[in-house]
């Protein structure tokens, strides 16, 4: 039991290990893109709060004492929102902020911002992987006619002549990886900046065959009143709250 009614912004790995731990009163939050677990004592409420004056709105109503931002790095709208809310609500907001990954000796990283970036940065390829969700499926039809496209993200999708899209979540191993790379003649990877040990494989593998990685950058994000780099380290503050 923790002082305060928390409301837990989720949809990664790390917020639903926080989640796991909330009692009933509490709040996990998701956008409703993916997967919604059905066996955790927390509530779980599923889709839009209608931007920063519906969560503002939402945070009064339900009487939420503390939000804690456990969204995935690239999910910028709605950490803002969270930041921007909480202060009209007047309740503190607590962040996870995942440490990004840092490029190591070996490493080719091209750092690009946007779509444009990566299409630019893709020009000299033909075999790309893409690791950085469904934003490829809406430019399937834009490819080169020098290019293949590999598409790994969470939707189900037929692909098409020039693109397959393999539907899998992570974790993901370099033997795996290895594997994808060869059977797709991956000649350069497409990723987020999205750090942590689940999808981290292919940047080993990438550094071990010397392919080029073009990384967007990460969003900026606004400030929180805390920040954490774990789930276990926000666990540890929840709990302290109730000491
Ligand atoms: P976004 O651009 O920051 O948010 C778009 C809108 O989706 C928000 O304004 C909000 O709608 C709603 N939303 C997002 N997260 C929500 C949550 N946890 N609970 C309730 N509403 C939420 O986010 P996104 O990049 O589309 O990502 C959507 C979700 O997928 C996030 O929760 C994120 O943690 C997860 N995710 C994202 C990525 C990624 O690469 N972007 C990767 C893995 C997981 P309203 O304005 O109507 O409140």
New binding site residues.
């Given amino acids: 039991m923790t002082a305060a009614r928390i409301l837990l912004?989720?949809?990664?790995g790390d917020?639903l290990k926080i989640a796991r731990q909330l009692s009933s009163e509490h709040v996990y939050?998701?956008?409703?893109?993916?997967k919604v677990p059905h066996d955790l004592s927390c509530t779980v409420?599923?889709?839009?709060?209608?931007?920063?004056e519906?969560?503002a709105r939402y945070l009064r109503d339900e009487g939420i004492g503390l939000v804690v931002d456990?969204?995935?790095p690239?999910?910028?709208?709605?950490?803002?929102?969270a930041a921007t809310a909480s202060r009209a609500a007047r309740v503190p907001c607590w962040a996870m902020r995942r440490a990004a990954w840092e490029p190591q000796a070996g490493d080719d990283w091209r750092m690009v911002n946007g779509w444009g970036g990566i299409v630019d940065a893709l020009a000299a390829f033909a075999r790309p992987l893409f690791t950085?969700?469904r934003e490829p499926l809406v430019h399937l039809d834009e490819i080169p006619a020098h290019q293949f496209w590999t598409v790994r993200c969470l939707d189900a999708h037929p692909g098409s002549a020039r693109a397959r899209v393999i539907d899998a979540r992570g974790p993901f191993t370099e033997a795996g990886e290895r594997a994808l790379f060869d059977a797709q003649a991956i000649d350069v990877i497409v990723s987020?900046n999205?750090g942590g040990r689940a999808t981290e494989a292919k940047l080993a593998v990438a550094r071990e065959r010397g392919l080029p990685v073009v990384m967007l950058r990460r969003p900026p994000l606004s400030a929180a009143d805390r920040e954490f780099d774990s789930p276990e380290s926000v666990w540890l503050a929840i709990e302290a709250l109730s000491r």
């Fill in positions: 912004l989720g949809g990664t917020a939050s998701l956008a409703g893109l993916g409420r599923v889709g839009g709060f209608g931007g920063e519906g969560l456990a969204t995935h690239y999910a910028a709208q709605i950490s803002a929102n950085l969700g987020k999205s």
